[in-house]
């Protein structure tokens, strides 16, 4: 018996490893989004430099991995819905992080599994019992201690936007449940990279800046970072359980702060801290609660 627990705790921590290292994947892209907004560069434009140069990481992988047969899909109306509902996700936080400082864009990530849960409810007919209702509310609470809903303080679009960015996130993982049935993780961000591509820049099409060399450089290593960021997320569900994982979502939060100040000299405030906090200890309730009722359920099976 010895040996199968040491494998299963080494692959435990190698999933937590690749996990960490996708948080600072994603916090260095939401950083470079941020910059190259400061210098003028469209929203749509970033979007497409992320996606157009995540498929060098993704391309990669599937060449080495599955093999480019994974392309082949049963549910192209499946990846479109996902596609819309997750670019639109995207696109709003884009624009959050060009109104709030990057600590408050990333803390305000932490609603998705608020609103994931409550659309598993309405839109998958999944149960959902009070515990689970009940960290919604508490989440729902530290959301607005991070919003300081008092005159001069909130930051209204920001807020919008970074809110909208969260239920975009949910509603595309709650289309990623439904299409999993069939299709496999890199069919999933292929073709959600690919809408990504055309999306952005048929748009910027119409509002196209030239980004001066820095900027450029900045864009194009943002879509490679983020590329290999969606793929350490890939290896760490394949390694390891979802419920040892997903926790270490939070880490994120602790690299935008330190980039933050490095860059721009931010130092987030304590209400948006302290509400991050509360977000955060929903979620990972969130998740706790669901692994209980997927081990019920299997027993019962």
Known sequence: ???????????????????????????????????????????????????????????????????????????????????????????CSFSALQHLALTEATAFTFCAPLFMTALSALMLREPVGWHRWGAVVVGFVG???????????????????????????????????????TEKGPTIVFYFTLAGTVLGGAVSLFN???????????????????????????EAIRVAPVGVVAPFDYSQLIWATGLGYLVWGELPHAATLAGALVVAASGIYILHRELVRFRRATVAA
């Open 208 to 234: 196209w800046v030239t980004p001066d060399p820095m900027t450029l450089v900045v864009l194009i290593a943002g879509g490679l970072v983020g590329g290999v960021g969606q793929l350490f997320l890939t």
């Open 1 to 91: 018996m010895i040996a199968p627990t040491h494998a299963a705790h080494h692959r435990n921590g190698l999933g937590i490893a690749y996990r960490m290292a996708a948080m600072v994947c994603v916090a260095l892209l939401s950083a470079a989004v941020k910059w190259s907004g400061h210098r003028g560069v469209p929203v749509f434009e970033m979007v497409f430099f992320r996606n157009a140069f995540a498929f060098v990481p993704i391309l990669a992988y599937i060449a080495r991995t599955t093999g480019f047969s994974v392309l082949k899909t049963k549910l192209p109306l499946g990846h479109l819905h996902r596609s819309v509902v997750g670019l639109i996700g995207m696109t």
């Open 143 to 181: 959301v607005l201690i991070m919003v300081r809903p008092e005159p001069g303080h909130m930051n209204v679009a920001g807020v919008g936007f970074g809110l909208t960015a969260a239920l975009g996130s949910a509603l595309a993982m709650v289309q990623i449940r439904q299409i999993a049935v």
